[in-house]
C-alpha cells in the first residue's frame, strides 16, 4: 500500500512541473559495472546481478554450471516466479546466433566488456560544448565516437 500511495505522490509532485522542469530532474545515477563480478549467493542477487547485465552496454561473461561460458551481448531477460522460469538471451560475440541462459544455470557472472556507454550523457556532450566554446571555437559539433 505504501508504494502504491509514494508512486501517487511522485505523479502528483510531476503534474506541478512545466515540460522544460521535467527535462532538468535527476534521473538514476549510472553505475560503473565495468570489471565488476558480483557474489551470487542468494536468488534475489543472481535476479538484481542479471537486470544489471541487461541494462549494461557492454559484453558479460556468463559461466553456466556446467562449466560452459557465454561471452556476449545480454539483449534481453525474463522474469518468472522462479530462477527456472526465468531466462536470459545473449548474442556470443563470436557468432551471431541467440543463446538462452535460464537464471537457475548461472553459476558466475563477470561484466567482461569494455560499457560502450560510460560517459556519453546528454551532461558529457554539453559540457565538452561548452570547453570547446570557451575555448574559442566556432562551428562546433561534438562528433560521436566510432563503435569497435
Do not use: C
Given at each position: 500500500?505504501a508504494?502504491?500511495?509514494?508512486?501517487?505522490l511522485?505523479?502528483?509532485?510531476?503534474?506541478?512541473h512545466?515540460?522544460d522542469?521535467?527535462?532538468?530532474?535527476?534521473g538514476?545515477?549510472?553505475?560503473n559495472?565495468?570489471?565488476?563480478?558480483?557474489?551470487?549467493?542468494?536468488?534475489a542477487?543472481?535476479?538484481e546481478?542479471?537486470?544489471?547485465?541487461?541494462?549494461y552496454?557492454?559484453?558479460?561473461t556468463?559461466?553456466?554450471?556446467?562449466?560452459?561460458?557465454?561471452?556476449?551481448?545480454l539483449?534481453d531477460?525474463?522474469s518468472?516466479?522462479?530462477?527456472?522460469?526465468s531466462?536470459?538471451?545473449v548474442?556470443p560475440?563470436?557468432d551471431?546466433?541467440?543463446?538462452n541462459?535460464?537464471?537457475?544455470?548461472?553459476?558466475?557472472?563477470?561484466?567482461?566488456?569494455?560499457?560502450?556507454a560510460a560517459?556519453?550523457t546528454?551532461?558529457a556532450?554539453?559540457?565538452?560544448?561548452?570547453?570547446k566554446?570557451?575555448?574559442?571555437?566556432?562551428n562546433?559539433?561534438?562528433?560521436p565516437?566510432?563503435l569497435?
Amino acid at each position: 500500500m505504501a508504494t502504491e500511495q509514494q508512486e501517487h505522490l511522485k505523479i502528483e509532485q510531476l503534474r506541478h512541473h512545466s515540460a522544460d522542469e521535467l527535462e532538468h530532474i535527476a534521473g538514476r545515477e549510472k553505475e560503473n559495472l565495468e570489471g565488476w563480478i558480483p557474489a551470487l549467493a542468494s536468488d534475489a542477487e543472481i535476479r538484481e546481478a542479471l537486470e544489471k547485465a541487461f541494462d549494461y552496454r557492454g559484453d558479460v561473461t556468463i559461466t553456466r554450471k556446467d562449466g560452459t561460458k557465454v561471452e556476449g551481448y545480454l539483449f534481453d531477460r525474463r522474469s518468472g516466479s522462479s530462477l527456472q522460469d526465468s531466462f536470459v538471451r545473449v548474442i556470443p560475440a563470436n557468432d551471431r546466433t541467440k543463446v538462452n541462459v535460464a537464471y537457475s544455470d548461472v553459476a558466475a557472472l563477470a561484466f567482461t566488456g569494455r560499457d560502450t556507454a560510460a560517459g556519453k550523457t546528454f551532461d558529457a556532450w554539453v559540457k565538452k560544448y561548452w570547453e570547446k566554446k570557451a575555448a574559442g571555437e566556432k562551428n562546433i559539433q561534438i562528433e560521436p565516437e566510432k563503435l569497435d
